[in-house]
């Protein structure tokens, strides 16, 4: 068993679980503004320079899991096609393009923001947006879209599933209680990406 699931990590598919995903054939399409649009295949991906985080996904539905991410950092993925000085946005399709969601490339770009494709040195199954999603640590959960088969640059921002239904598109993570699935304890955190809990001693 995996270790997300192991942990009884919560398994969001607001558009419906697309049932098994094959990595073998698996695509995905950066586009948009860039100068070389480009086909990725899982194998393709896997053969970038590897990026391992040690970080907390965090839902707006307040709970929050941490472990290490392993996957592309954007700034490899993007040297590859090359960006357009005019991106200033990153929009991310899920399997069947119903769930969509973007990001400003300046968060894209940061450290811990990868195109996933592992967890504690796993690949990542369907349930939990394998076998490539966006993990973005900086903002709520619904940011890092699941089972990505299109990165597209933009120069605006656009909203996605969720912020077209009502969440803030800006996505700041909010202080507040959290339940911490690692532990299966309640704690305080700050504003920003959960770096450490408020009530740590
Ligand atoms: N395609 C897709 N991606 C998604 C979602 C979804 O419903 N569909 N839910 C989002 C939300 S709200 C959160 S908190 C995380 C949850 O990730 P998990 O289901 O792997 O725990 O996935 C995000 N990505
Ligand atoms: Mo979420």
Request: glycine share 8%; aromatic share 12%; charged share 25%.
């Amino acid at each position: 068993m995996s270790k997300l699931k192991e942990l009884n990590t919560p398994i969001f598919w607001a558009e419906g679980h697309p049932g098994e995903l094959d990595a073998a054939t698996w695509q995905v399409e950066v586009t948009g503004l860039v100068k070389e649009p480009r086909t990725f295949s899982y194998a393709d991906l896997l053969a970038l320079p590897k990026t391992v985080v040690n970080a907390r996904l965090t839902s707006v539905t307040r709970w929050s899991v941490f472990g290490a991410w392993g996957g592309v950092h954007f700034r490899d993925l993007l040297d590859v096609v090359g960006v357009d000085p005019k991106a200033a946005y990153v929009e991310f399709f899920s399997y069947r393009k119903i769930y969509t969601t973007a990001i400003p490339l300046e968060v894209a770009l940061r450290e811990r923001t990868l195109l996933a494709y592992e967890f504690e040195g796993e690949p990542l199954e369907e349930d939990y947006g394998g076998p490539v999603r966006n993990f973005c640590p900086y903002l709520w959960g619904y940011k890092s879209a699941k089972s990505v088969v299109r990165v597209q640059l933009l120069d605006r921002p656009s909203r996605g599933y969720w912020e077209v239904r009502g969440y803030p598109d800006a996505a700041q993570i909010l202080a507040g209680r959290m339940l911490d699935i690692n532990t299966r304890r309640w704690r305080q955190i700050p504003d920003g990406e959960v770096i450490k809990f408020l009530d740590d001693v």
